[in-house]
């Protein structure tokens, strides 16, 4: 997916004042999801890209390109925006854990990232509102062979 | 935290076939928190750093060494075990999205990494059980000087 | 915020014969903050960025772009500028010993790069007027989960 | 500075329950640079290195060692331990803001990192308290040639 | 799994002149599946570690530690020994097109490299003898959610 | 190659509604390869080059180019594309074990990455059809000199 | 300062068949110096930075951008140039050596490369003339406090 | 050269009150070489080699050693230490206009760093004693083939 | 040398079909040699840059910048083209026993990289013709001082 | 292979006062090839590493250990030694021009790495001698598939 087609993606939703949010629950699918669909991370079945295309008032050929397969490039290995680099931060401080109490439970094996899906929330709380992130990935046992 | 210790943890966890998990139950804390603390990552209170020390028959010098705040190394910038691999690809994939939808959410500002708690739980699928991390950091807002 | 419209914000205050000092005077907020802002390092309150793109006589459109979340993206992992490098220099000459400083005054934790600010004054010194930078962050407590 | 005797500095320490502070206070140096004299990242003149030595109840040699001039190694080019990222990430975030802010204040130079010293304080604030750290570094102007 | 294992292995395996493709027929496994266990890169199941450690004349001990979850580290980025980097120059000249063919066969996702196996034949060629290596692994499925 | 040319074969390509798979049947060689050739990651013999060209309707000049030695570039160290990843993976836990079984049979030497050919097949399975690659490379024996 | 300036610079120097050495006579300071201003390395004050514009026949808005400071990016951590790389491996191979002089000399501190000039010169030798870099920096003390 | 032969020479050159000046004023050779002779940079002819170690009181086998060819690993590729980094960013602050001035001297080529010497020496200065640093390199010119 | 002035070049050398060794043999210079003044890799001597340009039909400001000096950027540190990663890997393997061998035949010292000259032929060979590169430097000795 | 092993080789070398070209000349075989096997970068037949130990007067262990295939690796991306860095810096500088000149006159492929041989030569020449490095690897050819 090119940089161009991002940019109208985000002019046509600022113009349309829509949120990710918004457009989620009128596709009926995750904003971030539909979000990582418009940045080139992941592609959607064709019958959901033209939802999304219609929504924001862009054409097929744009409906087309976001159902390609994308190549994933991440932009930079050690990411600096500050919310960004927290997320690695936790993978960096806590992934040696998440790995044994993941083997503990279900023995040798991965959390897939591709049969894989997210939810974010606002959890209120009096002493400051917080993020909630959920990953949800099936269990892949390492095959014996 | 010296690797020496690590190992001495490891090894008595291993002789009372006891799990992150257990220790949790029975300690009152989280499993992936307390394998943090016990692989250097984490710093535990004095007294849960004891208890921990305890159910492990280790002496008061190990409980002094686990209450002491560690210099947290990441021993790989992109992690090359398959598991802690997954996650960082998660961040790489979905970062920027995971970001414009708290952004949308919350205003500027980050999901914190310090104020923050994790839950790992095997949620239940017939097509094959699922890993759900729950991750959840306070916001803050970029502060306006 | 793209490197367009830092140059229109570079030309402008030249014209304008401006400094960050004097904007920053003007708007009653700090200077490096603004300037952090206008590279697209922050985002202001819409309020602040309307009275930053009124004082440099741009529209509104500019002060929109300044009120949005900027992806913030460092050019170099080790500066090579030598004024930013030696502030590099300082957190590798002095990380290990400010850390230790802080936990034996707070305990586990760290000092907020986002609940942050920070000021810059010249110090008159008669063997050579000095610079000095403070730092002022919230401490975060590790949270014990 | 080897490894071993910063081991041996820490273990005295501990064991006559001192810290950087009250060695600073004691010494009438800054805590912040005597730790990083007894890390290997400055040295002491003599009769301060055998100050530090004394309080620690450790011989001449110690002193002498912490009297030398180190080779100063960042172990890590990105520091990964929260606390001292933090401190980098303040230098990505905001190192061209400072850089511009003290060019208009004194014309083309550099703060000196090594004509320089820091102050680290707690700063009472009813919403939690803060730290605060002062840069004080010398101006030095760009020779012209 | 250490070091110090993997030699007594190596050893062991020399000693009995055995060969990871013998090993494999008593065992009834892969050859190369086998080697990767042992060099800590997989773990088998229980009674397949046993199997193997009982013909090594190696211990439970041994078995018990082939069945554990290893942290998988590759050494090297970009590895250099020959025969090895041939492997990584595959995938760096054929990657692209290899996405593109299976993206067309099969819809967005990836060949799993967990749910995998590989055998390795030796193809006689007049022209001088061919090196066969049969990558298996199931296709998974983007998540749309 | 320019990467012009590509999106020029890539809208051609698409323009016909061809894939890769349906140009390799009428061509008569790999699709793989030929998607490699039309990246600029190999060369075809110019008669095959017109062959191509002819299919996507383009002009002599493309079947030239294509026929050109390209500089093969890859464009990351470690791809972060999911499916390209999973095959960098495979190298990395497998690389040793795959280097132990070739040396077993075949003496010191490598599997060519230039005499080389390559398939990708479904292989249909109850449980998710498979991804099966066949890597076949000349076996070039060290030499002794 | 723009890549386009030092071009336009460029072209006017070779119109003019100056040189670096030729416009430091006329000039009055270092040809060295110059160039490293020229090339965004270095700022000039305005009224040198208006000689130099004079005697290229620029206009003043080059003047006033010579005199701007400029954030000095070094194109490559390790230069490839050979002319470059040998003078990095020179501190590469020395680095160690003169730091020891250095200390021995003056004590613990550095060489400014701020408070610092340069001069090179061809030294006449019947084996083969000889370049001669003499590098003149001011030493600065490091601070105790 | 070993670790261990470095420290030998460093322990004899200590307990002997040597400096590498005064070493360099017997044996009558340039301090900064003997150094880097002695850190294994560089290696000296046998005679030479002898009379560093007879001064050290050690034995021939230490001359031997120093004789002997070395590898030259340079540890760090940016050097860290703030004496050394000076003149690291020297190279690349200036690298590209001493390269401009050389060819205009010499035409195209290089000054050798191997048919090169050193000196190190104190000028003194009433506002801070400065360094100077000569280097002294045979003119190298590109052979036309 | 730029971009442009390097596809000029290979257009003119296509459209008059030459090779670099026919160009070579009309000049009465190495092809290699020639092959690296049209990459900006070396410079020629302005008398045989204008036959270069004369025989390619390109006018005299093609010849002048042919002769001016280039900075040499290599684009991959460790170059991904297969042919010249080969290149690569013998510097890697091989390049410890060079050393040796070179040492012991002429002492502390390099093959020059500057007066040095190059050959690359075809040996004709039953089993497949090899290819021949000769590489041929002066030798020079590290100099004591 | 291990570092002691070479340590033990390197001895016995000495001991014996053999050098790489008399081992070479009593064996028969390069000696550059010799010094890399004995370095772990290449492996002998059994008959060939019999005849190196039994002239080092070192047991069979040894010859056994030399026959087996090493896992080759480069302990540097970018090689600092300067010996080995010219030979690096070549690479670089002439690398797409070897590239060039082979394939026009070869087609497509590479010069084998493994097929290969070299030899070292010493060449006089009244202006100082200089060092011959003969390449000599079979040409391969790309396949078409």
């Known amino acids: 997916m090119s940089n161009q087609l991002y940019s ?7 113009t349309k004042k829509l949120t990710w949010k918004t457009i989620g629950e009128k596709i009926g699918h995750s904003p971030v999801w539909i979000a990582s669909v418009c940045q080139g991370m992941n592609s959607a079945p064709l019958p959901i890209a033209q939802k999304i295309a219609a929504l924001l008032d862009l054409d097929d050929e744009v409906a087309r390109q976001l159902s ?23 993978v960096g401080v806590y992934g040696q854990s998440i790995k044994q109490v993941i083997h503990e439970e279900f023995g040798d094996g991965i959390m897939s990232a591709i049969d894989f899906s997210m939810t974010i929330d606002r959890i209120p709380d009096s002493k400051g509102d917080r993020v909630q992130i959920v990953l949800n990935g099936k269990f892949l046992s390492s095959k014996v062979f």
Chains 1, 2, 3, 4, 5, 6, 7, 8, 9, 10 share one sequence.
Do not use: G, H, N, S
């Open 8 to 14: 109208t993606i985000l002019t046509a939703k600022k």
């Open 68 to 90: 390609e397969c994308p190549t994933k490039i991440f932009p930079q290995t050690v990411p600096t925006d500050p919310l960004i680099y927290r997320l690695y931060e936790i």
